[in-house]
């Protein structure tokens, strides 16, 4: 079973739309979630850290739920340049490295 | 501070070629991690460390080698390259693990042929 695992998409929406992206960890004693963004052909870069009481960045909210073990990026009032594929990263109590989810992919369309 | 920096951007290797993928960081990061992606697929760790003269196996080691003498420095060893490790490759840094961003370096993409 992968520790990460993400529907692969691909999103498309309109300009303007709000869209939900889940992601679901196997492993309880995961304790740091994050969301990464990667552009075509560039490396990924961190887009927030997911906090247990949930966070917003503007236009981006992230949420926790450690009891069904998923975290969900919602973006609202989409932009062209959101346009990319959005990786959700966790990492696990006692050991020293990050699961990566394999993406999703985002298009957003005029 | 220039982050991670990887060389070289691009290299195209023969069968049965070695080379080695250079990592540098100036954040005075404990962690750094190598990984590869192959298309449309997600990160792989291929070898990861946890200070200077520490190295450890990720999820896809066989094929490849890594040292790491300096804080800094986290160098990625081909050897006897296969079509198989056609990929972009990954060098990321962070100071810690928990609670903390991941910086990558730009990538390399290697072919072989």
């Known amino acids: 079973r992968k520790e990460v695992e993400q529907d692969p998409g691909p999103f498309n929406v309109p300009e303007g739309a709000t869209v939900a992206f889940n992601c679901t960890y196997s492993?309880?004693?995961?304790?740091?979630f994050f969301w990464y963004r990667q552009d075509c052909r560039k490396e990924p870069k961190l887009l927030m850290s997911?906090?247990?009481s949930g966070n917003e960045d503007g236009r981006f909210t992230a949420q926790l739920n450690r009891a069904s073990q998923y975290i969900s990026l919602l973006i609202r009032d989409s932009k062209l340049s959101d346009s990319a594929t959005y990786l959700c990263?966790?990492?696990?109590?006692?050991?020293?490295?990050?699961?990566f989810g394999s993406g999703t992919k985002l298009n957003v369309k005029p | 501070n220039a982050g991670v920096t990887q060389t070289p951007k691009f290299r195209i290797l023969k069968i049965g070629q070695s080379m080695t993928l250079q990592c540098t960081q100036d954040m005075n990061h404990n962690y750094m991690y190598w990984y590869r992606q192959d298309p449309g697929m997600g990160l792989k760790l291929i070898y990861y460390?946890?200070?200077?003269?520490?190295?450890d196996k990720g999820e896809v080691p066989n094929g490849y080698n890594v040292s790491r003498s300096t804080t800094e420095d986290f160098p990625l060893r081909l050897e006897l390259a296969a079509p198989s490790q056609t990929s972009v490759y990954f060098c990321a840094s962070s100071f810690q693990v928990a609670n903390n961003e991941q910086f990558f370096g730009p990538g390399t993409r290697l072919t072989v042929l």
């Open positions: 492993n309880s004693a995961s304790q740091s």
């Open positions: 460390s946890v200070g200077a003269g520490i190295t």
């Open positions: 990263v966790v990492n696990v109590r006692d050991f020293n490295k990050f699961y």
């Open positions: 997911v906090y247990s």
